[in-house]
């Protein structure tokens, strides 16, 4: 979180501090497109919330009972709120229309996200076994039939 946070200080800062970075053409364009990525971030990060149910926590805990959820989004990847949380980071990146401050966000995101998927990934498969490890062999982390 701490990451995250600090890329969006960043990003927002040199929004405004670095104006050589602006994206001067198709400024509007850029901007809705990212609002669109923001709304379609957020409702896919909503839907991963009512997936979860209980199981959806700020820290990695995993328990023995824990259910592998296939259903919704996860039946095609395996952390669609870490995808809505990407679109989301980019499409704030393109509304602000600066190159250094969609950088800075895509940066964070991959670091932090990076950082949390390989630790969670460690603990479901050493908590959930089998039952994990043939869910991830069948689904990819992100991006729907790619990666």
Not at 90 to 113: D, E, I, P
Not at 115 to 137: D, I, K, M, P, Q
Request: contains cysteine.
């Amino acid at each position: 979180m701490a990451g995250m946070e600090l890329g969006l200080l960043l990003a927002f800062a040199l929004a405004f501090l670095a104006p050589a970075a602006t994206m001067p053409r198709h400024g509007r364009l850029l901007f809705w497109a990212g609002v669109v990525l923001i709304v379609l971030g957020s409702l896919l990060r909503r839907h991963c919330f009512r997936m979860l149910g209980d199981s959806f926590t700020g820290a990695v805990r995993v328990h023995a009972d824990q259910a592998v959820i296939d259903r919704g989004a996860y039946r095609f990847v395996r952390h669609p709120s870490y995808s809505a949380g990407m679109l989301l980071y980019v499409g704030l990146g393109l509304a602000l229309c600066n190159w250094l401050s969609l950088l800075v966000l895509v940066l964070a995101t991959t670091v932090a996200y990076g950082y949390r998927v390989s630790v969670e990934e460690r603990a479901l498969a050493a908590t959930l076994g089998e039952r994990y490890l043939a869910y991830a062999r069948r689904t990819k982390r992100f991006v729907p039939f790619v990666f």
